[in-house]
């Protein structure tokens, strides 16, 4: 008889904190809980490149309700594990949202300054409701007042890569999420 077999951990993986098979199964409820909210009203979501990518793409398959989406890029971070600049936005958007029902999707809530940013960035733009949703939530590492609608999972405050999340533009294919080993951390050759 055939068993499901996780994918092993990535070599340069110190812990696995979320399996493959947990992102599944949570996006799944995720998806049903943001269905629900909205029934057969449209959302225009908005994702967050490139964090949010992978979930974008696999959470909104879980979503029945009517779906619009574009993309804003923000950016804080240069090849570093801590943010070294206030968020800035690359790439704005090109759909409306005025009247729209917005969902916002990160793949993390770490200090809540990109969230925020782009949550109030949107706001002026008289939105008929506007919501969040974030794959990861660093609840101990928050610097200003945010909080998401719609969270996947809570995680400690580690550094960490995979399902979309990066070090320095690497590692964001990686279908679990893990801790990077201490060594991989701004080697020089990356710089
Ligand atoms: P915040 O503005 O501090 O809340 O950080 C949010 C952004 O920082 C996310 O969109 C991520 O791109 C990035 N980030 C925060 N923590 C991590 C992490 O542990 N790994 C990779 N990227 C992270
Ligand atoms: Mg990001």
Same mark, same amino acid.
Request: proline residues 5%; negative net charge; glycine residues 6%.
């Given at each position: 008889?055939?068993?499901?077999?996780? =994918?092993?951990?990535h070599k340069?993986l110190?812990?696995?904190?979320v399996?493959?098979?947990q =992102?599944?199964?949570r996006l799944r409820?995720l998806?049903?809980?943001i269905?629900?909210? $909205?029934?057969?009203?449209?959302?225009t979501v908005?994702a967050i490149?490139?964090?949010a *990518?992978?979930f974008?793409a696999?959470?909104?398959?879980?979503?029945?309700?009517? &779906?619009r &989406?574009?993309c804003i890029?923000?950016?804080s $971070?240069?090849?570093?594990t801590?943010?070294?600049?206030?968020?800035?936005?690359?790439?704005?958007?090109?759909?409306?949202?005025e009247n729209r029902?917005v969902?916002?999707?990160?793949?993390i809530?770490?200090?809540?300054?990109?969230?925020?940013?782009v949550?109030r960035?949107?706001?002026?733009r008289?939105?008929?409701?506007?919501?969040?949703?974030?794959?990861?939530?660093?609840k101990?590492?928050?610097e200003?007042?945010?909080e998401a609608?719609?969270?996947?999972?809570?995680i400690p405050?580690r550094?960490v890569?995979g $399902?979309? *999340?990066d070090?320095a533009?690497r590692?964001?294919?990686?279908?679990?999420i893990?801790v990077?080993k201490?060594?991989?951390?701004?080697?020089p050759e990356?710089?």
């Amino acid at each position: 008889m055939t068993r499901a077999v996780e =994918i092993p951990a990535h070599k340069d993986l110190e812990e696995i904190l979320v399996t493959e098979t947990q =992102i599944g199964r949570r996006l799944r409820r995720l998806g049903r809980e943001i269905s629900e909210t $909205y029934g057969e009203e449209e959302i225009t979501v908005i994702a967050i490149i490139n964090g949010a *990518l992978l979930f974008t793409a696999d959470l909104l398959r879980q979503v029945t309700s009517p &779906v619009r &989406v574009d993309c804003i890029r923000v950016s804080s $971070y240069r090849n570093e594990t801590r943010p070294v600049t206030e968020p800035e936005v690359f790439s704005s958007l090109t759909i409306d949202v005025e009247n729209r029902n917005v969902l916002l999707i990160d793949d993390i809530l770490d200090t809540g300054r990109t969230l925020s940013m782009v949550f109030r960035l949107i706001k002026t733009r008289n939105p008929a409701s506007l919501r969040t949703c974030v794959l990861l939530d660093k609840k101990g590492r928050r610097e200003v007042d945010c909080e998401a609608d719609f969270v996947g999972f809570t995680i400690p405050d580690r550094f960490v890569v995979g $399902y979309g *999340l990066d070090f320095a533009e690497r590692y964001r294919n990686l279908p679990c999420i893990g801790v990077l080993k201490p060594e991989l951390q701004n080697p020089p050759e990356w710089a």
